[in-house]
């Protein structure tokens, strides 16, 4: 981040307000399905998080295969700010760092006086109310994450996908990582999120197996424009070169 005159740090709020996560989809999609083990041998057993890639069939605990139907349970830790408990106080701890470079968008945009193509950069704490915590730090409930969204106009999106996964895998190289040890995975259009139009999952062989070590994605404008939709508030910048407002895309 230090090394790129395109790229302004920033370091947004833990705690932000409800209403950008509904606007993010957050608050009713960011679920795991989870099940319970219905074993009389097992009565206490905790609920099992039972994500399809982690190919949960049959109690961790027990062994059995008596669980209930899945169920959604949101992973965002909750709370109220002020002193009341009341739905109006609700409150998230961020599950992840890229819905407040989002948010400041205009703002950053603005101060630093940057031009599109450009990146916003932050690193921080997140936190997720795992079901089963487990895989080092990939299922914990408090971990560090770095993100950067690199606003750019429509038309260059898909080329800069690619170009920020050159950059990412010559970054591995640097710090001692060869290519050879990532596996670089393009995500089927069937199993992409329905707002990217290309992924790419960065695959690492770790003590406990091949995981996911880092993902990019070209989102198009769905976050801004959900936030603008959201919150009435012009998150839009002004082309120069075209001389009119556009959208931004990352």
């Avoid at 790229?7 to 009713?28: L, P």
């Avoid at 992409?192 to 994605?217: H, M, N, Q």
């Avoid at 120069?240 to 990352?250: F, G, L, M």
Wanted: net charge negative.
């Amino acid at each position: 981040m230090r090394e790129r005159e395109d790229m302004v740090g920033m370091d947004g709020s833990i705690i932000m307000n409800r209403a950008v996560w509904k606007a993010s989809g957050h608050e009713d999609t960011f679920s795991d399905p989870m099940v319970d083990c219905r074993s009389p041998a097992n009565p206490a057993t905790a609920p099992i998080n039972c994500r399809p890639k982690d190919g949960v069939k049959y109690c961790p605990n027990c062994g059995s295969r008596d669980l209930t139907e899945p169920r959604a349970f949101n992973l965002m830790f909750k709370s109220f700010a002020g002193p009341l408990e009341s739905d109006e106080n609700l409150v998230y701890l961020r599950p992840e760092t890229a819905q407040a470079m989002f948010v400041q968008f205009k703002n950053v945009l603005e101060t630093s006086r940057q031009k599109l193509p450009f990146g916003i950069a932050q690193i921080g704490k997140a936190f997720r109310n795992e079901i089963n915590p487990r895989n080092y730090t990939f299922r914990s409930r408090e971990f560090e994450q770095m993100e950067i969204e690199y606003f750019c106009r429509a038309d260059e999106g898909l080329r800069l996908t690619d170009y920020w996964l050159e950059e990412r895998l010559r970054f591995y190289e640097d710090i001692g990582i060869p290519r050879s040890k990532i596996r670089v995975h393009e995500i089927p259009d069937d199993e992409r999120a329905f707002y990217s139009k290309k992924t790419y999952d960065l695959e690492y062989e770790f003590p406990f197996g091949v995981s996911e070590l880092e993902g990019i994605a070209y989102r198009t404008d769905y976050d801004l424009s959900r936030h603008i939709e959201c919150s009435g508030k012009p998150l839009e910048y002004f082309d120069e070169d075209e001389a009119k407002v556009c959208s931004a895309c990352c």
